[in-house]
């Protein structure tokens, strides 16, 4: 019940996403939260304000006049919020948002607001790229309301790309997290680090290559906490769709093992703290085509020779004082194998993730991890929001610094 007695307000505009917040109500309620909904004319299409009053137990706020004549008091329901969320947030809503416009009831709360406003646009992918909806974005930002990415997926268009709202568990998680009380992030003002994410790209020929499921969500959410923490973040990450240019950190994009080797040898000697969570093909073939290989016989062999391991070499060239944290991948005789890559490849500490775990691993938002020290000393973490546990192991990596 780690939300018991918070007030949680959430704002729903009129996208399709609207259907998921009945779901989100639930899971918050549950955890202990007391709930109240608002939403404008245009959300009522996509979900019922009847639904919504009858799982929170509450009216819904949609207008300053209530239906006995008298004022709905817009001011109240925003000092009744520790949290309010908007979402899902269309861009005419957010744009509204950041222009101070207040024409309707959820605008008008969201201006009297005294607690954190999260917003979470989620529109078709060409809409969430529109430069003036990107701008609208950053000024909530800058304005102080915390903007939370859209996922990619498949859009209520039809088409693929970044603009949907993340699940309802997801959203419950953040939530979660963010009164969770945690400790403040090491302050690592002035350190410098390097992170490795995202699959490897080994090309057989101009058509083909061997690659893995690995989306480099991981080394996002790393690179967004270690950039939370104050320090300047490299992010060396092979082929991906979770890095768009907005990033206000050093993000090198690259494809196979000898790339990322190439890009990790730049900035290893600089870097305080270098954290390797991406999954790196350990074979290339031995020999690239020139053009595409043809079907011929029933069987085709291709000869593999090893890439570098670039934990490995960064082990080995460890300067004093830099803490150096490696990923295991397993799938079985997990601990064992992942005591033995964090003593093989000189790391200071290793964290585990299995394949034989739900929800965890490749592409999931969430992860279930273990980590191993050094000196033994081993911490399991529930499965998480992959943000949440960024933040995890940040603490984790406090003790080295
Ligand atoms: O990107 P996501 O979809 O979020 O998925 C995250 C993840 C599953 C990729 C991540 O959590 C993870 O486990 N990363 C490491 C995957 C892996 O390749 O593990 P490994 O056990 O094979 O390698 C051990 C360590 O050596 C890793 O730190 C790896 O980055 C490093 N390595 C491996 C081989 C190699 N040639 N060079 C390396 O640096």
Redesign the pocket.
Known sequence: MALRGKHILIGITGGIAAYKIPLLVRLLIKEGAEVRVMMTEAAAQFVSPFTLATLTGAPVGMDFRRPDGTWNNHVAWAHWADLILMAPLTANTLAKIVNGQADNFPLAVLMSAECPVWLSPSMDLEMYRYPAVRDNMAKAASYGMRVIPAEEGELASGLKGQGRMPEPEHLFELIRQHFQNRPPLPDLTGKKVLI????TYEHLDPVRFIG????????K?LAEAFRDAGAEVSLIIGP?HVVDGSEDYEVVPVTS?ND??EEVKKRLDNSHIAV???????YQPAEVKDNKIKKADERLTIELVR????????GRHKKPGQVI??????TDRELE??KE?LAR?N?DM??L?SLRDPGA????DT?K?TVIHRDGNTRSYPLKD?KALAYDILHELEKHL
Request: positive net charge; hydrophobic residues 50%.
């Open positions: 490795t994410a995202g699959p893995n499921h690995s989306s480099g969500k991981t080394g959410a991906n093992a990322m080797f390797f969570a991406a999954a790196v093909a350990d890439n570098p391991d670039i934990l490995a070499y960064a944290v490696g990923f295991a991948l397993e194998n992942a890559k490849k790391a290793i964290v993730n691993g490749f592409a999931t992860n991890i992959k």
